[in-house]
């Protein structure tokens, strides 16, 4: 029954922007840690951005950090990755998780890429 859906990604030149959205459903947003992890083609999955939902808390990958912003809306239990500065190593396919661990730090969920359940993923390109 729980349920993630992710929207946003597409094709976007250098230096653009784009926001991803991850609308989930048959859980409560407040009680996990959510996050945002990428594949590109040839490479394993890497922990982009997670945040927990109680109070916001956030880690990003050293690679991420001062480009990229992860948000929540707990009303419409909805997690946000906005992406600035965009680069070509930054394409990759993007998918959103949920940790339920209880005791799993955000830090600890995107660095071992820990999810219970996950999206199917939006595609993000980064070429000119």
């Known amino acids: 029954q729980l349920q993630l859906v992710e929207s946003g990604g597409g094709l976007v030149q250098p230096g653009g922007s784009l926001r991803l959205s991850c609308a989930a459903s048959g859980f409560t947003l407040d009680y996990y840690r959510i996050g945002w992890f990428r594949q590109a083609p040839g490479k394993e999955r890497e922990g982009v951005s997670c945040?927990?939902?109680?109070?916001?808390?956030?880690y990003y990958a050293d690679s991420v950090k001062g480009r990229f912003t992860i948000s929540r809306d707990n009303a419409k239990n909805t997690v946000y990755l906005q992406m600035n500065s965009l680069k070509p190593e930054d394409t990759g396919v993007y998918y959103c998780?949920?940790?339920?661990?209880?005791?799993?730090?955000?830090?600890?969920?995107?660095?071992?890429?820990?999810?219970?359940?996950w999206g199917q993923g939006t595609q993000v390109t980064v070429s000119s």
């Open positions: 998780a949920v940790d339920s661990s209880p005791f799993r730090t955000v830090q600890a969920m995107c660095v071992m890429t820990s999810g219970d359940y």
């Open positions: 945040i927990r939902g109680s109070d916001g808390s956030t």
